[in-house]
């Protein structure tokens, strides 16, 4: 089955240890998303590409980086956690239009100690 | 500006009874998607949903259907006979043409079936 996969599926790492988390993906899409969601809360798009093109929200915390080394994988850096930082981070595809739905991975819950 | 507004933080409801999850869009644009996500308690959004701005016609999926009203800005989800497997967190999202590959979810509504 075509699909997102997020691993780990929980992370604990210590104030200020850097942090990867990885995503890859099956479907071939041109499009991956990384979000972060803290607990209930709606999910917060961190940034997303599209093929190789990166593109940051403007309040995505210099923190956080990314890397997109093919089409089926992407990686979240985080290089000094805080505590702040403590949240499930979800990883999505889509397609090439901007109306296409999104498909998710079930999510990487980061805890910070 | 982009907003999308779920005022229902948590539904609670007893299997087999019909619920209806509200959803308030705002946007300026004309050409637009929404959208409805479920979040069961293992983590992942699933969609369930898109409709684009014109296209008003509502649609029946099973014991789900929705309710896009462009008068109102609103587009409320309707589960029929409601099951425990329905426990779960739904989320309305919106899109634009000018918002890119942005887009903007709203808070949530937490459901919860009770059998």
Same mark, same amino acid.
């Given at each position: ?49 599209? =093929?190789? =093109? ?7 915390? =210099? ?13 979240? =850096? ?36 | ?11 609670? /409801? /007893? ?6 999850? $509200?959803?308030? #869009? ?6 637009? #998607?929404?959208?409805? #996500?479920? !979040? @069961? @308690? %293992? ?13 008003? !016609? ?5 014991? #789900?259907?929705?309710?896009? !009203?462009?008068?109102? %800005? ?8 409601? !099951? /425990?497997? $329905? %426990? ?6 919106? %899109?634009? $043409? ?18």
């Amino acid at each position: 089955d075509a699909m997102v996969i997020q691993n780990p599926r929980y992370q604990v790492t210590q104030f200020g240890k850097p942090v990867t988390l990885s995503c890859s993906q099956t479907l071939n899409h041109n499009v991956m998303y990384w979000y972060q969601q803290k607990s209930s809360q709606a999910p917060k798009l961190l940034f997303h590409y599209y =093929d190789k =093109d990166f593109n940051n929200e403007a309040d995505t915390p =210099d923190n956080f980086q990314s890397r997109r080394p093919n089409t089926s994988f992407c990686f979240l =850096d985080i290089r000094s956690p805080g505590l702040g930082d403590a949240a499930m981070y979800l990883c999505a595809t889509s397609g090439s239009v901007t109306y296409n739905e999104q498909f998710f991975g079930p999510g990487t819950r980061l805890t910070v100690l | 500006a982009q907003k999308v507004t779920q005022a229902q933080t948590e539904i609670s /409801v /007893v299997e087999k009874e019909d619920v209806t999850l $509200d959803c308030v #869009y705002e946007t300026r644009d004309t050409t637009y #998607y929404l959208f409805w #996500y479920k !979040q @069961p @308690p %293992s983590g992942e959004l699933v969609f369930l949903i898109r409709r684009n701005s014109f296209d008003e !016609q509502n649609e029946i999926s099973g014991r #789900y259907s929705w309710n896009f !009203q462009k008068s109102t %800005s609103s587009f409320n989800f309707t589960i029929t006979a409601s !099951q /425990v497997v $329905d %426990s779960a967190v739904y989320f309305c999202a919106l %899109s634009t $043409d000018t918002g890119g590959f942005k887009t903007i979810f709203g808070a949530g509504t937490r459901l919860f079936v009770k059998a």
